[in-house]
């Protein structure tokens, strides 16, 4: 937990829908209503896959295709992190850190909320069902139980169906 007046809001952003509408939802919850006055400071951590989780498999070609995937991990790490400034500079709100650093999203939110000693650790729910977290886990779940800190979890609302919308 933060000391005293120094209060940290760290959000874990990946680059999902849902991840940017819990940065949205955050700054409007914690920042914009004190612009003159902040009383949070603002961490944004990207955790970025490496290659061989995201290329799930060792074979012949394996060596070849890794530093392909490096790259294509390192442009969306900037695209991610290029999008997060822009929504926070759009609501007028300065981030204090904004980070993308490589590994396991569950331990790097999980480090990095200790780190900046978070008052609040903030990210989206992708929403899969339970047959569907089982088989590739969930980082809010497992955020939720291992944070030190309270953990806000984002749903994104879904869309309503153009029938619903008449009035």
């Known amino acids: ?10 959000i874990g952003v990946d680059d999902s829908s849902h991840s940017y509408h819990a940065l949205e939802t955050a700054l409007d919850l914690f920042f914009t209503p004190f612009k003159s006055n902040p009383q949070f400071k603002l961490v ?10 995201v290329i799930g498999f060792a074979g012949p070609g394996t060596v070849d295709i890794i530093p392909l995937v490096e ?9 991610v992190k290029k999008k997060c400034t822009e929504v926070c500079s759009a609501k007028s709100v300065e981030i ?4 993308a650093i490589e590994g396991d999203p ?25 047959v ?17 800190c309270s953990v ?16």
């Open 96 to 99: 204090t850190s904004l980070e």
């Open 106 to 130: 569950r331990n790097i939110m999980v480090e990095a909320a200790e780190r900046h000693h978070a008052s609040v650790l903030v990210l989206g729910s992708h929403g899969y069902g339970a």
């Open 152 to 167: 806000m979890i984002v749903k994104k609302p879904k869309a309503k169906h153009a029938s619903n919308d008449k009035h």
């Open 1 to 10: 937990m933060a000391s005293g007046s120094e209060r940290v809001v760290v």
């Open 44 to 53: 944004v951590i990207h955790a970025r896959l490496t290659a061989t989780s």
């Open 132 to 148: 569907k977290r089982v088989f590739l886990g969930s980082v809010s779940d497992y955020l939720a139980h291992h944070a030190h």
């Open 71 to 79: 790259q294509d991990l390192d442009k969306t790490a900037e695209l």
